[in-house]
């Protein structure tokens, strides 16, 4: 039965009175205004507006909270991160039992609202009995991973969208200290954890009788930011005068990454060193690209043409909250010089992050070989070549489901990865995807390769002459209509594709009944008898379905740089079949 006017409109009255935010309050005020007018139908865009926004509550769970900022139940809002706060303070209080109190570190990045959402968090668990560490200023996501273990915290608190659009926001909870003991300690938080948590937000009454307190918490001196530089001196693996010598082009895409990139760099030795003026300075409202995520189209434009204008031997990009890392590179099969020069006419282009999950996880298992239980991980949609590289050297891998949350409590961890840009190359020290981290890894590879006349293309020649060319790509499809989503996996799993690229498919897997010893998850997967695999699965942080393909191609142990580079077009074109067929099998 669909709600009457007057059903709504006093549920939102109730929610105006008791809002925290003055700001808040008055543009609710407004849109009630625009809706009620003429009972609903002089702005039926306003009315559905409002009915969205008190269409159920933002949800908590897994990734902890994200969406758009704005007023209401079901919005990015003041209310909605007191009640959460308190709901979170409940449920550490009860995990840890009477008189233990807890601590808990709240960061934030440079988005609109963030700072206030971090200070309001940081005013209701003090309140709560909570001991705060309030991080020093708008900073990257794996400082706030990296304080969580550094500072022995119960729990962490992150205000981050990361690379969401600008009218969104986050709250991202990791768990740790006497709370969480295993190897997911100082990890993002997983079921049944969030499960405990939301219901003591929903037992959590109206956010302005929540108490809070405007002081008491302790702001935590920038000496967190040496200690989060120091800890990454083992990963500078590059001697200072091949350092030296490699011209590295950053952007930080308007976020909080990149003054802590610069000294990254800086302290490994890493002189030649250009950031994208026009993104260095953090922007909530993100000027100059559509989306700030490298994966993006046009995102890295600024940064490669900056990069063919001054020579540069690698481009290096972190995301908003610089929990990600985008490698480009020069690679001359690639290049067309047809039309307008420009940098990609040129050869440059992003490396999907397989390729780079590739290069650094070859480096992890070299490292590993010998020692007992050490294992890489990487997420079901991730490339498959990283469980080829580790069984040819004998070294263990994990298959995790998909997020860092998963990836990041695989035992004995040593490095783990997953497609969408995230690296964990210091499990010691941030048991989470870290952009600063995985560029000082990827700058100190180049650098040595460079010292020796190679690149990094060249070293995943090698690899694909020693385990198999693994080429991968993906497709996705933004909806507007959330409920398009469900209905399009079920299509897929009532009539899945016969053939793969013309090879018969010889599995088909539903992922919601779990695989291969993985937990059950929302996703298909098909396998063809030449190799060819594809993934589908909804996002768990965009309303996006997105589609996963993996090309294999044998490659010759003496096969030419120019015999690679031929074999890498022909299975980007094989791919780019693959994604017309998915294309149209999934009805995008």
């Known amino acids: 039965m669909t709600e009457s006017l007057d059903e709504l ?51 908590f769970g897994t990734a902890g909270l994200r969406g758009t900022m704005a007023a209401g139940p079901n919005r990015m809002n003041s209310a909605v991160v007191v009640r959460t706060a308190a709901g979170l303070g409940t449920y ?64 962490g608190v992150m205000v981050t969208a990361s690379h969401n659009p600008a009218a969104d926001n986050g709250y991202k909870v990791y768990l ?63 001697a200072p005068e091949a350092a030296s010598r490699l011209t590295i082009v950053t952007t930080s895409l308007h976020g909080v990454g990149g003054p802590l990139l610069a000294r990254a760099l800086a302290d490994a030795g890493f002189t030649r060193v250009i950031p994208v003026e026009e993104q260095v300075a953090p922007d909530p409202d993100f000027p100059s690209v559509a989306f700030p995520n490298p994966e993006e189209a046009g995102a890295m434009d600024l940064a490669l043409g900056l990069a063919i204008d001054c020579g540069a031997d690698l481009v290096i990009a972190n995301d908003p909250d610089a929990d990600r890392c985008a490698v480009a590179v020069l690679d001359v099969t690639q290049g067309t010089h047809q039309g307008v020069e420009t940098a990609r006419s040129s050869g440059w282009r992003m490396l999907h992050g397989d390729e780079v999950g590739i290069l650094l996880g070859s480096e992890a298992v070299a490292r590993a070989v010998g020692r007992p239980g050490a294992t890489v991980a990487s997420s079901v949609v991730s490339s498959r070549a990283l469980s080829r590289i580790a069984r040819d050297a004998g070294v263990q891998h994990a298959t995790t489901l998909t997020g860092f949350k998963w990836i990041s409590r695989a035992p004995e961890l040593v490095f783990g990865y997953e497609e969408a840009l995230g690296y964990c190359v210091d499990p010691e020290n941030v048991r989470d995807k870290d952009g600063i981290s995985a560029a000082v890894v990827v700058a100190s590879l180049a650098a040595r390769l460079k010292a020796a006349g190679r690149t990094l293309i060249d070293d995943l020649d090698d690899v694909a002459r020693a385990h198999g060319l693994f080429v991968t790509g993906q497709l996705s499809a933004r909806f507007s209509d959330l409920s398009e989503i469900p209905a399009a996996m079920s299509r897929l799993r009532s009539d899945p594709p016969r053939e793969l690229g013309g090879s018969p498919v010889r599995v088909v897997a539903d992922l919601a009944d779990g695989y291969e010893g993985l937990p059950p998850t929302d996703g298909v997967l098909l396998l063809a008898e030449d190799d060819t695999r594809v993934v589908v699965r909804p996002s768990g942080t965009e309303p996006k379905l997105k589609c996963y393909l993996e090309v294999v191609t044998h490659v010759a142990p003496d096969a030419t740089p120019l015999d690679v580079g031929t074999a890498r077009v022909a299975a980007r074109e094989r791919l780019g079949d693959l994604s017309k067929e998915m294309n149209a099998a999934l009805g995008f």
Do not use: K, N
């Not at 601590?103 to 003090?126: K, N």
């Not at 938080?189 to 929903?202: F, G, K, N, Q, T």
């Open 176 to 238: 740790g200290g006497r709370v969480v003991t295993d190897e997911g300690q100082g990890a993002q938080l997983v079921s049944p954890y969030d499960e405990r948590i939301a219901a003591h937000v929903a037992a959590v009454g109206p956010a302005d009788e929540v108490p809070r307190h405007a002081e008491g918490w302790t702001v935590v001196g920038r000496e967190i930011v040496g200690d989060y530089l120091a800890a990454l001196a083992p990963l500078r693996t590059a």
């Open 9 to 59: 409109l006093a549920r939102v009255e109730h929610w105006i009175r008791h809002d925290v935010d003055d700001t808040d309050v008055d543009e609710l005020t407004r849109l009630v205004g625009y809706a009620a007018a003429d009972g609903g139908t002089r702005h039926p865009s306003a009315l559905a507006e409002l009915r969205d926004r008190f269409d159920g509550t933002l949800e």
């Open 92 to 155: 550490l209080h009860e995990a840890l039992g009477a008189g233990a109190g807890p601590r808990v570190v709240v960061g934030y990045d440079a988005r609109h609202r963030s700072a206030d959402f971090a200070r309001r968090t940081a005013e209701v668990l003090t309140a709560a009995g909570v001991e705060v560490l309030l991080l020093p200023a708008a900073l990257p996501t794996p400082v706030l991973a990296f304080a969580v273990r550094r500072l022995e915290a119960d729990a």
